[in-house]
Structure formats: C-alpha cells, structure tokens
Nanobody, 125 residues
Framework: QGLLIEFGGGLVEPGGSLRLSCAGV????????AGWFRQAPGKQREAVGC????????YFDDSVNGRFTISADNAKKLRYLQMNDLKPEDTGVYYC??????????????????WGQGSKVTVSA
C-alpha cells in the first residue's frame, strides 16, 4: 500500500542544478527512510543517495558526494534530492524509494517496498 510520486526532472546544462521531489500519496514520506536510485542508459540501476528513518545516517555514492543532498519538508511531507553541479554522467532516470523503517544499508534497493514512477534527468549542453 502507498504510492510514491516524484517530480522535478528535466533538461539542464552541465554545472546546473535540479531538485527532485518525492511525495507519498497516503503517507508522510518525510518521516520514512528514503533512497534515490538512478538508471543511466544501458546501465543497471544504482543507488545515488539515501537517508535512514529519523535521519540518523545518510549515504551518497562517491560520484555525487558533495554535489547532491537529501532533505525533507515536514510541512509539505516531501523528500527532496538536491542536485548541484550536474554532469553529463548524471543523466538517467531517477527513482525515489521509501520504506517506513530503514536503519541500515539504505543504499540497498531490496530494503524498499515503495517506488516512484521515475523522473528523467538529462544533463547536456
């Protein structure tokens, strides 16, 4: 039960920024563990970043560490993936994932039971 809806993808030039948003249809995703995964053309899905329930810990792939952050808007019950200094290799379909209790290994897709529909991000000049 529970659906995730994500939005905010698009086309951006290298060096630009985008923010992806993730909303739970009937639950407060801002209170859940959450992860962002991406699938680049011709590649397997990979974890980009994640946060455990209650925000105790976060993880970011080395390729995005220092450029991407995860945050929440408790009033709007949203999770965000802020992506700065985007590079062409960041291009892909980004998926938001969530589960109520995640206390470790938040970068493992198998931990999640709710997935968004995917948002396409294209970084190109």
């Amino acid at each position: 039960q529970g659906l995730l809806i994500e939005f905010g993808g698009g086309l951006v030039e290298p060096g630009g920024s985008l923010r992806l948003s993730c909303a739970g249809v009937d639950f407060a995703v801002n209170q859940y563990g959450a992860g962002w995964f991406r699938q680049a053309p011709g590649k397997q899905r990979e974890a980009v970043g994640c946060i455990t329930t209650y925000g105790a810990s976060t993880y970011f792939d080395d390729s995005v560490n220092g450029r991407f952050t995860i945050s929440a808007d408790n009033a709007k019950k949203l999770r965000y993936l802020q992506m700065n200094d985007l590079k062409p290799e960041d291009t892909g379909v980004y998926y938001c994932a969530s589960r109520n209790i995640i206390i470790e290994d938040c970068d493992a897709a198998i931990r999640y039971n709710k997935w968004g529909q995917g948002s396409k991000v294209t970084v190109s000049a």
